[in-house]
Antibody, heavy 121, light 111 residues
Framework: EVQLVESGGGLVQPGRSLRLSCAAS????????MHWVRQAPGKGLEWVSG????????GYADSVKGRFTISRDNAKNSLYLQMNSLRAEDTALYYC??????????????WGQGTLVTVSS | QSALTQPASVSGSPGQSITISCTGT?????????VSWYQQHPGKAPKLMIY???KRPSGVSNRFSGSKSGNTASLTISGLQAEDEADYYC???????????FGGGTKLTVL
């Protein structure tokens, strides 16, 4: 059974940093691209960042480019999101999502339950 | 990198069919056959319903179908059931640095 478990969310002040983690199990992690997708309270889904199976291809939404860094450790079956210079508008539930293919695309076949990030003073 | 355009809401009666549109541009929907659709019930994680415009993942009912014409993709749900009531989101590949762009979401109400 595929499982994606996010952690690392919490309350943080504007301008500070936070690192999210996603622990994957139930599939061959290094065979697939992975993504972060967020959802602000009461709002729609927003793709944040994605990384190919071997970290050779990485992408970011314009809203986070230059502030967020995605990475993965295939030996640890883990995905990460380093979030710097956080803003109030980054407040959201952050989902880890598995791609259907090794190359990063837009087909997310499994999702975690999300970790909540709240940016507020 | 603008969000794809979806109607805010659609509704239908049990047994009827409905279609949700998703309009993008020649840089995303129009350029790639890489449109996916997600169903989200309140308080739950999204679920993949359609990928690569018209393919259904294993386990998804054949009442769900997808299509695309030009810059607009569509999700059709036939034989509406009460459990189909949810929010639906489209997503398109948008290039090698912006892998995904979502639509604003459509709330489906089953009357």
């Amino acid at each position: 059974e595929v499982q994606l478990v996010e952690s690392g969310g919490g309350l943080v002040q504007p301008g500070r940093s936070l690192r999210l983690s996603c622990a994957a199990s139930g599939f061959t992690f290094d065979d697939y691209a992975m993504h972060w997708v967020r959802q602000a309270p009461g709002k729609g889904l927003e793709w944040v960042s994605g990384i190919s199976w071997n970290s050779g291809s990485i992408g970011y939404a314009d809203s986070v480019k230059g502030r967020f860094t995605i990475s993965r450790d295939n030996a640890k079956n883990s995905l990460y999101l380093q979030m710097n210079s956080l803003r109030a508008e980054d407040t959201a539930l952050y989902y880890c999502a598995k791609d259907m293919f090794p190359a990063a695309g837009s087909n997310f076949d499994y999702w975690g339950q999300g970790t909540l990030v709240t940016v507020s003073s | 990198q603008s969000a794809l355009t979806q109607p805010a809401s659609v509704s239908g009666s049990p047994g009827q069919s409905i279609t949700i549109s998703c309009t993008g541009t020649s840089s995303d929907v129009g350029s790639y056959n890489l449109v996916s659709w997600y169903q989200q019930h309140p308080g739950k994680a999204p679920k993949l319903m359609i990928y690569e415009v018209s393919k259904r993942p294993s386990g998804v009912s054949n009442r769900f179908s997808g299509s695309k014409s030009g810059n607009t993709a569509s999700l059709t749900i036939s034989g509406l059931q009460a459990e189909d009531e949810a929010d639906y989101y489209c997503c398109s590949y948008a290039g090698s640095s912006t892998f995904g762009v979502f639509g604003g979401g459509t709330k489906l109400t089953v009357l």
